[in-house]
């Protein structure tokens, strides 16, 4: 089963950035589907960036289309999201997720995922 840690969240002003991680271990990401999701306090959980990792095609919340970017690093089986000029709206816990099939659409829109990391906490400060 494949285990999922996120890092890199922590607290940064409007306008700032950070790249958040998530690293897998037991598997890799190889034919994978993986996505980034947020879930701000007393707020549902939604997508923020999905990816399918063999043909490295990305899909994006239009809330962070332009400012976020996905990507992964086969070799450091990390999947990483680079978020920029950082609203308050954009806080919250964000949390990786894989779909070990590739099903990138029934992750993306039905959040059906085979693994959930714990998440890490994103805090934007205007």
């Known amino acids: 089963e494949v285990q999922l840690v996120e890092s890199g969240g922590g607290s940064v002003q409007s306008g700032g950035s950070l790249r958040l991680s998530c690293t897998a271990s037991?598997?890799?990401?190889?034919?994978?589907?993986a996505a980034w999701f947020r879930q701000a306090p007393g707020k549902e959980r939604e997508r923020v960036a999905g990816?399918?990792?063999?043909?490295?095609?990305?899909i994006y919340s239009p809330s962070v289309r332009g400012r976020f970017t996905v990507s992964c690093d086969d070799d450091k089986n990390t999947l990483y999201l680079q978020m920029n000029r950082l609203k308050p709206e954009d806080a919250g816990v964000y949390y990786c997720?894989?779909?070990?099939?590739?099903?990138?659409?029934?992750?993306?829109?039905?959040?059906?995922?085979?693994?959930w990391g714990r998440g890490t906490q994103v805090t934007v400060y205007s």
């Open positions: 997720a894989t779909e070990r099939r590739g099903y990138l659409l029934q992750l993306w829109q039905h959040s059906r995922a085979s693994s």
């Open positions: 037991g598997s890799t990401f190889h034919g994978f589907a």
């Open positions: 990816l399918h990792i063999r043909d490295n095609e990305a």
